[in-house]
């Protein structure tokens, strides 16, 4: 699943980015939808770790909510 979201992310960038963008800003967008489309993909496990009274998820939820955050709102916008 984590393979195709890398793909899917890979090709939506591929497909609806002008030629006239930069290397740099099309890698922090990549990485930015990543993050996006990977919350799709571990909810499923967090649904299951939460019915086991695990709290694994909640380090990996943090460090993606501040990863978009900062390229959302810092990153790019200096970039561009």
């Known amino acids: 699943q984590l393979i195709l979201t890398?793909?899917?992310v890979f090709y939506l960038i591929y497909q609806y980015s002008l030629p006239q963008v930069s290397v740099q800003v099309k890698i922090l967008v990549y990485l930015t939808w990543?993050?996006?489309?990977v919350i799709v993909v571990l909810l499923p496990y967090d649904i299951?770790?939460?019915l086991e009274d695990h709290n694994a998820m909640n380090i990996i939820?943090?460090?993606i909510y501040y990863a978009i955050f900062v390229l959302t709102?810092?990153?790019?916008?200096i970039v561009q």
Do not use: E, T
């Open 61 to 63: 939820w943090k460090i």
């Open 48 to 50: 299951y770790y939460s």
């Open 34 to 37: 990543l993050f996006c489309f």
């Open 73 to 77: 709102w810092v990153l790019l916008p």
């Open 6 to 8: 890398f793909l899917y």
